[in-house]
């Protein structure tokens, strides 16, 4: 009994001895792979925490979990939900195509004067012969500007070109804030020439003036006087004038280009006899209607010629909501450019949705009267373009493009 009591006694020995051991055998291996941070460790790294390259992404995380579904789903940038205190982008706002037409007026009393207390009831909006609601009244006194200034240099300015361009030049000067308004400059006889383009650099618009000098034609010998003949194979438009053709191309390619937030207007000195454009007065009207811009006509000219052609200035201008002006001496110009500035700070904007929904790109005739007897009894006279090209088809789908 006691022999196999100790053999049990010595046999239990030995087991707890052999478990110690083999627990603390396993600890210390834990203890060394702790602190190494061997290569086995890594290899057995979760594949998902491992850094990857852009565009790599593990497969699980192609469709959504349970968790990211619903409400609790990211958006993507693409679907970035507008919150209501969001101040929205300038940009995204004019993406937005609108049916409003805009038309800028101003309005003088018989002594010249402009009236600046028209109030929305004292007129009223007519398109094509159609009463037109108006949802928008307001002053517009600090409107941008986007002005090109045009300059006749053929033979008949020789004389009087000198004190155009010191008269522009002090417009230029009073007239252009940097940070809002831009001028460009263009000059022109048979062909235009752009002397600067659209800048508010007001240093960089009278240096511009400053080049602008006469072009005399072949043959030309001064006071009106030509001698022997143009050459055969010469260039027939050159000492010509070509007024129409300088118009269409300013609006087309100087004007068009500008924001739509902005006034545009061409300033033009000449004497108005135009010899040798390829495009009609009408197709110079239509070109700064399309445009927006209105012209600002100066007519002078030199003593020996023919004068200056009123008829085609007043026209040109009248038609597209400016005026023309006829100085007959120095301190005359300068009051012309003095009433076009003040005329460009002292416009009503009136804006309506038109009744012809219809995108067909046809002219359409505006006409605003002024319905307030008492203002009636002032003969007020109104300036603005008298008409506009609706938009077609096409061109509000290039516009809604992105």
Not at 163 to 187: G, H, N, P, Y
Not at 279 to 293: M, N
Not at 338 to 362: F, M
Request: proline residues 4%; charged residues 30%; glycine residues 6%.
């Amino acid at each position: 009994m006691l022999r196999h009591k100790t053999f049990a006694r010595a046999l239990a020995l030995t087991l707890a001895a052999s478990f110690l051991c083999a627990v603390v055998g396993r600890a210390r291996v834990s203890a060394r792979q702790a602190v190494s941070g061997g290569a086995s460790g890594q290899e057995q790294q979760d594949p998902a925490s491992r850094p990857r390259r852009a565009g790599d992404e593990p497969a699980q995380t192609a469709a959504a979990t349970p968790q990211q579904t619903g409400a609790q789903q990211q958006p993507s940038r693409t679907q970035k939900p507008a919150r209501p205190d969001e101040t929205i982008d300038e940009d995204d706002v004019e993406r937005v195509e609108s049916d409003l037409t805009n038309v800028l007026f101003t309005a003088v009393d018989r002594d010249k004067r402009f009236v600046t207390t028209i109030k929305q009831e004292d007129v009223r909006v007519l398109e094509d012969g159609v009463e037109q609601k108006v949802f928008t009244f307001q002053r517009e006194t600090a409107r941008p500007l986007s002005l090109a200034i045009l300059i006749d240099t053929s033979a008949s300015e020789e004389r009087t070109l000198p004190e155009e361009k010191s008269a522009a030049q002090r417009f230029v000067d009073s007239v252009i804030r940097q940070t809002k308004d831009e001028v460009a400059v263009l000059s022109f006889t048979g062909d235009a020439t752009l002397e600067q383009g659209l800048t508010g650099n007001a240093s960089r618009v009278r240096r511009a003036i400053d080049r602008v000098e006469f072009q005399p034609p072949s043959g030309y010998i001064g006071g009106g006087v030509m001698v022997g003949t143009p050459p055969i194979n010469g260039d027939s438009r050159a000492g010509s004038t070509a007024i129409w053709d300088a118009i269409w191309v300013t609006s087309y390619e100087v004007l068009s280009e500008t924001s739509d937030k902005t006034r545009r207007a061409i300033i033009l000195l000449t004497d108005g006899e135009d010899t040798s454009s390829r495009k009609h007065l009408s197709e110079a009207v239509d070109a700064a209607l399309k445009a927006d811009a209105i012209i600002y006509a100066i007519g002078i000219g030199d003593n020996y010629f023919d004068g200056v052609d009123k008829g085609s200035l007043n026209k040109i201008s009248e038609r597209t909501g400016g005026r023309a002006y006829f100085p007959r001496n120095e301190e005359d110009l300068r009051s012309a450019f003095a009433q076009i500035q003040d005329e460009l700070r002292s416009q009503y904007l009136v804006a309506y949705s038109p009744t012809n929904k219809a995108k067909d790109g046809t002219f359409r005739q505006v006409k605003i009267e002024v319905v307030n007897p008492e203002l009636s009894k002032q003969k007020l006279r109104l300036t603005y373009r008298q008409g506009y090209f609706a938009r077609s088809a096409v061109d509000a789908r290039v516009k809604a493009k992105p």
